[in-house]
């Protein structure tokens, strides 16, 4: 049994039909990759696994529950947490206090204190910066400190949108070497992601999308290497 198990599922932005029937699934400690052209439903797609929209029909099933349609906040309880398209950092809120708001739905204190701990390791930046607040830091430091605050929830599984999103290519290395190194401390990935040679470089399996609908899924490095594949996202 999957992980996460995406089921047929059909979403609308009022009248448009933005999700045509998707499935698709994550097997636990896999990274894995929905690419595509812009407008394609990628957002979407995660957007509706983390319960920021709800789907017409189908099923969600996460470790076994169907979440579909649960409110957003529930679902940082069952342990999917996101990393979202522009960073959405509380821009009028120190670093530390970002942080500490991605722990909402934790009591363990003492825990909570090692996590810290765990971010700084990550991302040493952060550490320096942690009385800042968030609106003053550069744009790279902003991807990291989202994706601090959403570690801070201890997720099974880490939704990322668009991580790479306005980044200099050295820093769009560093975030995909953190990436992969989270995903080697055992938290599942479930990675949209603009830049598709860099998606399908540190994903096990890949999806892609088309208006709506996936069209291709299979293994990274064989879509990596595929020529249809090569012409459409990856500028071969």
Avoid: C, W
């Amino acid at each position: 049994m999957a992980m996460l198990e995406v089921k047929d599922i059909n979403v609308y932005y009022g009248a448009i039909h933005a999700i045509k029937g998707i499935s698709l699934a994550v097997e636990e400690g896999e990274i894995v990759t929905l690419i595509g052209a812009n407008g394609a439903g990628k957002s979407t797609t995660l957007r509706t696994i983390s319960g920021l929209l709800k789907p017409k029909t189908g099923e969600i099933n996460f470790l076994n529950k169907n979440i579909a349609g649960m409110p957003a906040h529930k679902i940082v309880h069952e342990g999917i947490s996101q990393v979202p398209e522009g960073r959405r950092i509380f821009a009028e809120m120190t670093v530390l206090e970002n942080l500490e708001l991605g722990a909402f739905t934790r009591t363990d204190k003492d825990e909570i204190q090692n996590d810290f701990k765990m971010v700084f390791g990550r991302f040493p930046r952060l550490e320096e910066r942690k009385a800042q607040l968030a609106g003053t830091l550069s744009g790279g430091e902003q991807q990291m400190l989202a994706m601090g605050r959403a570690l801070m929830s201890r997720p099974k599984l880490l939704l990322m949108d668009e991580p790479s999103m306005g980044l200099a290519p050295l820093l769009i290395r560093e975030i995909f070497n953190i990436i992969v190194d989270i995903n080697k401390t055992g938290t599942t990935i479930l990675l949209v992601e603009q830049n598709a040679n860099m998606a399908l470089s540190v994903a096990s399996r890949a999806y892609v999308l088309e208006t709506g609908r996936i069209t291709i899924s299979g293994d990274a490095k064989e879509l990596a290497a595929s020529e249809e594949i090569r012409k459409a996202y990856l500028g071969g």
